[in-house]
């Protein structure tokens, strides 16, 4: 007999007549899962999301390093300028912050 009205919605049938009287090991209701595959579903969806943000940040984060690692040379023979070298530096700090 299926239910009706929001709060029930969660049991779709029972399996058992009103009042009636079950036995042992029965399955007296059936859950409804639909309300719990959506809610999988978005969380499985949040997760790739946060994968794939996470792989970007690393990418800029390895970018940043290689820039940093360029520059280093550079700037002790002060063939660049300074600013640009410590502007790198900056970024790569914050790259690394940002992804712990």
Sequence with gaps: MPTSGR???????ARIA???TGQEGQ????????PFRAALDQ??????????QLA???????RTQLD???YIPL??????????????VS???LAIALDE
Aim: aromatic share 6%; charged share 30%; hydrophobic share 35%.
């Design 7 to 13: 709060k029930s919605r969660a049991i779709c049938c």
């Design 91 to 93: 970024v790569n700090t």
């Design 68 to 70: 940093v690692e360029r």
């Design 56 to 62: 970007n940040a690393e990418a800029v984060q390895r």
């Design 27 to 34: 399955l007296l209701f059936e859950i409804d899962p639909r």
């Design 43 to 52: 969380a499985q969806g949040q997760l790739a999301q946060a994968r794939a």
């Design 75 to 88: 700037a002790k023979e002060q063939q660049q300028d300074r600013g640009i070298y410590w502007t790198m």
């Design 18 to 20: 009103k009042r009636g």
